[in-house]
């Protein structure tokens, strides 16, 4: 409602109140509307002064300008584009003067703000039909029929109508001037963050005491909230501005639980409260929807739940709802606490931003009150609905309801224990309920206390519980090593996959996993000569100083070496030295940004013939649409600030050591000719708008494979090359990586000037790309 969402972040102050507390005496009144009155009868000028002077609209008089012909009226209306309404005659210098003076309105002044009103002494000269159609008018009234009643309600229309636009008007303005007040922020705020937590994580991989590795990691929890409160703020605003984006894509529903409810549990632990989860084993793993979103809705209410919390528990369950769905599944998502309780008569501003329970709150828990409006606003662009039952003192319960579609991809692992008897030795009937749940869905038996039958297993969450046949499995905290004694330990809160492996452990249906080999230590990062050489050079433009240290020494880590440079121009004439494997460009620098450095790139690469060089972003706007600009723009990835080591490692083997790459045997290419990867992510799903963009491929392969075949049977090679390097990118750029390898091989033959060795290996480009259009035909 309304009145739910009416508090703005960027929301003028109130002017204070005068001393009466009605703010009479604090501002000046508001300006009246300007009407404009174009008639050559002085009669005119006097009856609508005599009908309209006291008229008011909302509590604004009328400023009444007087024009006698059309030419006079252009003449005001060029000096003022805030004129609401213009009572225009048609019949004064000419014939027509009213008509053409409304076209010039509309099309010379550009003024679609303006309510115009023609009226007319002589109704059959302009019929009305015709002049509605033909004009861009709002109402034309005979001089007869306007009365003084008519006349009033007229122009309170139209100053509707006008303030109505206006106001919209406005708000999109606001709108784009608070998204680019956003994407600034985003920038200038992050851009520091990213130096401290760059610089804290590879402060940890160097040699430190314990009393160090402490402080670090006490450093590095108070920047991860600061950013998580930079992060609530941003995405609160972003929602405000309409620029929240929900993705569709395959998600693992039960693995994202777990993670969420894993990250939690160390601080649930550390408060001495218990963290169950509870995942309905009839719902399959695989559905489609945002992850990030999801778990963002998830940790915010399991988060809170864990804050306000002191003693008790905290449950986290995910159930389907009765009825059906008309998307699929419909889900229940609850987070139930024992923490403070909410009051009845908070319930309702609870949902709204910068709330909490009482003033107390924030200074006993912290936070800034965004988490539940941020996740409410989500929930509702996910087309799902939330709530809460609450009494105080005794806890909560938050519920998200949301219908998801049942995504692609194979099921769990198939495991099934039909007729194992498992007795439950736990004191937790929550945890209880949960294992009974998952032990009796693949059909294994549990025993009561009273029950003579012999089990096969026991799980219990004491070791002095664990007595008698069977194998033994213990329920541990998360940190907690093997307990001795113990055959097998299972940490908590509970997985249903790991639950399963346990017991076909325990019945020698499931090998031991071996140990993952340790990682070697990173290396040495080569010298430049030799980067280069073995694709490990990265050029890098940043003009941050701090940004460049990070970035330098997180490469260094990683076993690369860069040219570093402070704008786009000084990079642009490094990347024509050549030898690099990859550029990571900051979006936002002086001199030339980073999207100008990619066009710069990108255009000289197809007017010399230079190999493609992969580019990827650096940036720390947070805006959505940031990600698909950078791929307009040219740039092949996107990386969000703060980088971490691994978020960069990735991209590193995704798009760095070109150099390394082996040469193919034979001229055989790999069987996956088309991978619609790319497309998914851009598009989220193939809907019309990813079709359309797999039509535009397809339309642009066929003609750059005819033109490159055509040059070479005529022997022009320098134009055959410059088709297949354009062919190459293409290929890339919308999935086709076996075509686009393959043209980088004839290119390589073109460059060496070995026009027979291209030829050769182009009589294979007919079928590839006939396989790749085969391949999109099939999705």
């Known amino acids: 409602m309304e009145g739910e969402d009416g508090d703005d972040l960027f929301a003028p102050e109130e002017p204070d109140a005068g001393p009466a507390g009605n703010g009479s005496d604090s501002f000046a009144p508001l300006p009246p509307w300007p009407v404009l009155v174009v008639d050559d009868d002085e009669e005119v000028h006097v009856m609508t002064r005599l009908v309209l002077g006291r008229l008011r609209y909302k509590d604004r008089a009328l400023e009444l300008l007087t024009a006698r012909s059309a030419a006079e009226a252009e003449a005001i209306l060029r000096r003022r584009d805030d004129i609401a309404v213009a009572l225009v005659d048609i019949v004064m210098e000419t014939d027509d003067a009213g008509l053409r003076l409304a076209r010039c309105i509309r099309n010379e002044i550009a003024n679609s703000d303006i309510r115009i009103i023609l009226r007319t002494g002589q109704p059959g000269q302009a019929p009305v039909r015709e002049v509605i159609v033909s004009y861009d008018i709002n109402d034309y009234k005979s001089k007869t029929e306007l009365t003084s009643e008519k006349l009033f309600i007229t122009i309170v229309t139209g100053l509707r109508a006008y303030d109505n636009i206006r106001s919209a008007r406005e708000a999109e303005s606001a709108s784009r001037l608070k998204s680019a007040f956003l994407a600034a922020m985003s920038h200038e705020i992050r851009t520091p963050m990213n130096g401290v937590l760059g610089m804290l994580e590879l402060l940890g991989h160097s040699s430190l005491t314990a009393e160090q590795r402490e402080m670090l990691e006490t450093a590095r929890d108070s920047a991860g909230t600061l950013l998580h409160i930079i992060d609530d703020i941003l995405d609160f605003s972003k929602i405000e501005a309409g620029r929240m984006d929900i993705e569709r ?31 309905c084993p009839t719902i399959p793993p695989s559905l489609l929807g ?15 739940a864990v804050k306000f919390t002191e003693r008790g528990h905290v449950a986290i369950r995910l159930e389907r709802v009765a009825g059906a769905a008309s998307k699929g599944l419909a889900l229940r998502l609850t987070v139930t606490d024992t923490g403070i309780g909410i009051p009845d008569e908070l319930k309702a501003k609870l949902f709204q931003p910068f709330t909490q329970a009482d003033s107390s709150t924030s200074r006993r828990f912290g936070g800034t009150g965004l988490g539940l409006s941020i996740t409410r606003r989500l929930a509702e662009l996910m087309q799902g609905r939330i709530g809460l039952e609450s009494q105080v003192g005794q806890g909560s319960t938050f519920w998200v309801e949301l219908e998801l579609e049942e995504g692609p991809g194979e099921g769990e692992e198939s495991l099934s224990f039909p007729g194992l008897c498992v007795a439950l030795r736990l004191s937790d009937p929550l945890l209880r309920q949960t294992l009974e749940t998952y032990l009796t869905h693949v059909g294994a038996v549990v025993l009561n206390d009273d029950d003579r039958a012999l089990p096969d297993i026991t799980i219990a969450d004491t070791a002095s519980a664990l007595s008698g046949p069977g194998k033994a499995i213990l329920l541990v ?54 980067a280069a050489a073995s694709g490990r ?41 050549g030898g690099h494997a990859l550029l990571l460009t900051d979006c936002n620098m002086p001199e030339m940004d980073g999207y100008e450095l990619t066009s710069a790139i990108r255009a000289a690469e197809v007017a010399e013939g230079r190999q493609r060089l992969p580019i990827v972003a650096l940036t720390a706007n947070a805006m959505a649409g940031e990600d698909q600009r950078c791929i307009n723009a040219g740039m092949d990835g996107f990386l969000s600030k703060p980088l971490d080591l691994k978020q960069l490692q990735e991209c590193l083997e995704r798009w760095g050591r070109r150099g390394e790459e082996p040469a193919a045997a034979d001229d055989r290419l790999p069987d996956a000719d088309f991978d619609p990867a790319m497309t998914l992510a851009l598009f989220g799903c193939l809907d019309a708008d990813a079709r359309d963009f797999l039509a535009t491929f397809v339309d642009s392969l066929q003609p750059l494979r005819d033109e490159s075949l055509s040059a070479l049977a005529t022997g022009d090679l320098e134009t055959a090359r410059a088709r297949i390097h354009a062919l190459a990118g293409v290929a890339k750029n919308g999935g086709a990586d076996p075509l686009g390898r393959l043209a980088d091989r004839i290119e390589q033959a073109l460059r060496a000037g070995d026009g027979a060795e291209a030829s050769r290996l182009a009589t294979a480009l007919p079928d590839m790309v006939g396989r790749v259009i085969s391949a999109i035909a099939q999705l």
């Open 249 to 279: 894509q395959p998600l693992d529903i039960h693995a994202l639980m777990e993670g969420v409810a894993e990250t939690l549990a160390p601080a649930a632990r550390k408060k001495g409260i218990a963290l169950h989860l509870h995942i």
């Open 290 to 304: 945002d992850p990030v979103r999801l778990r963002q809705v998830l940790f915010n209410l399991a988060g809170n």
């Open 537 to 577: 050079l990265v050029l890098v433009a940043e003009d941050h100083r701090v940004n460049q240290m990070v970035i330098s020494r997180q490469l260094a880590l990683l076993g690369y070496a860069c040219d570093m440079h402070s704008d786009g121009r000084s990079a642009l004439a490094a990347w024509r030295q």
């Open 477 to 530: 905290d998360g940190e907690a090593g093997r307990p001795a004694g113990v055959d097998y330990f299972l940490s908590r809160p509970v997985r249903r996959a790991a639950l399963y492996r346990l017991l076909a452990k325990a019945q020698g249906l499931y090998a031991e996993e071996v140990a993952e080999p340790a990682r070697p230590a990173p290396t040495a990062p080569p010298g430049r000569d030799a």
